[in-house]
């Protein structure tokens, strides 16, 4: 009885981090990968949801519309490969000419540690490859910079009928909450579109969700509350005339 309840035990663990997205990334050999995924942010909701507070490249004075996340080398069945080699080398050359479409150099940092030494290419071409799938990508006119509020299920519309030969199998809308965060779109290693493998798939559950430059920030996290206390006596009576007070 112990064996077969270990088994079912290790069973049901190994179920648990397959569906984990944090378990999907793992070590490969730089270059053995199927296909990218271009994830475009939409700006006002990564500004207003970031957990680490609004990144001043691109949440400052000018106001972004969607921006390359990133491209991410990508399998077939849903994993992808991650930190494939200790490269931190970005020529500040590079950096020059990515920000207008990627206008956060912490980003790009972390992007290509983590995604570009898996493409199996040196970090100026990885960028330019980058740049390369930005510029094949049309953003929808009417959603091309901060403006009107847009239905989500019409942001996936906007983006095929402005873009030729994209499906709908090969894009997928990402919300937070109620808000648009992303649009990712998948192409090939030559950077035509493709059907996205599994597990890249419309995320917005809310049937009100939108792309909107109205969004809220994140709730703090809510505090316990606290354990009840004895009652405190009462205050003193105040200091008189020309006693000073500590500062608070």
Same mark, same amino acid.
């Given at each position: 009885?112990?064996?077969?309840?270990?088994?079912?035990?290790?069973?049901?663990?190994?179920?648990?981090?397959?569906a984990?997205?944090s378990? $999907?990334?793992? #070590?490969?050999e730089?270059?053995?990968?199927d296909?990218?995924?271009?994830?475009? &942010?939409?700006? %006002? =909701?990564?500004?207003?949801?970031?957990?680490n507070?609004?990144?001043?490249?691109?949440?400052?004075?000018?106001?972004?519309?969607?921006?390359?996340?990133g491209?991410?080398?990508?399998y077939n069945?849903?994993s992808y490969?991650?930190?494939?080699?200790?490269?931190?080398n970005l020529?500040?050359?590079v950096v020059?000419?990515?920000?207008?479409?990627m206008?956060?150099v912490g980003?790009?940092?972390?992007?290509?540690?983590k995604?570009?030494?898996?493409?199996?290419?040196?970090?100026t071409d990885?960028? $330019?490859?980058? #740049?390369a799938?930005?510029?094949?990508?049309?953003?929808p006119e009417?959603?091309? &910079?901060?403006? %009107? =509020?847009?239905?989500?299920?019409?942001?996936e519309?906007?983006f095929?009928?402005?873009?030729?030969?994209?499906t709908?199998?090969?894009?997928?809308?990402?919300?937070?909450?109620?808000?648009?965060?992303e649009?990712?779109?998948?192409?090939?290693?030559?950077?035509?579109?493709?059907?996205c493998?599994?597990?890249v798939v419309?995320?917005c559950r809310d049937?009100d969700?939108?792309?909107s430059?109205?969004?809220?920030?994140s709730?703090?996290?809510?505090?316990?509350?606290?354990?009840?206390?004895?009652?405190?006596?009462?205050?003193?009576?105040?200091a008189?005339?020309?006693?000073?007070?500590?500062?608070?």
């Amino acid at each position: 009885m112990r064996s077969a309840a270990a088994a079912i035990l290790s069973a049901l663990v190994a179920g648990l981090f397959t569906a984990s997205p944090s378990w $999907a990334q793992r #070590r490969a050999e730089p270059g053995a990968f199927d296909y990218y995924i271009l994830s475009l &942010s939409w700006t %006002p =909701t990564y500004c207003a949801r970031d957990r680490n507070g609004p990144d001043p490249d691109q949440c400052g004075d000018r106001k972004y519309g969607f921006v390359v996340h990133g491209l991410w080398p990508q399998y077939n069945d849903g994993s992808y490969p991650a930190t494939c080699t200790r490269d931190r080398n970005l020529p500040k050359t590079v950096v020059d000419q990515t920000m207008p479409v990627m206008p956060s150099v912490g980003l790009m940092m972390h992007e290509w540690r983590k995604h570009g030494t898996c493409s199996g290419l040196t970090a100026t071409d990885y960028f $330019a490859k980058l #740049r390369a799938a930005a510029a094949k990508v049309t953003i929808p006119e009417t959603i091309r &910079s901060p403006g %009107p =509020t847009v239905p989500a299920t019409q942001v996936e519309r906007l983006f095929l009928d402005a873009n030729p030969g994209l499906t709908a199998e090969g894009v997928a809308v990402i919300c937070s909450r109620r808000d648009v965060s992303e649009v990712r779109v998948c192409l090939n290693k030559d950077l035509g579109f493709v059907a996205c493998g599994q597990k890249v798939v419309d995320r917005c559950r809310d049937r009100d969700a939108a792309l909107s430059t109205d969004v809220a920030p994140s709730q703090p996290r809510r505090s316990m509350t606290p354990l009840a206390t004895p009652a405190l006596p009462p205050a003193p009576a105040p200091a008189p005339a020309g006693v000073g007070a500590p500062v608070r």
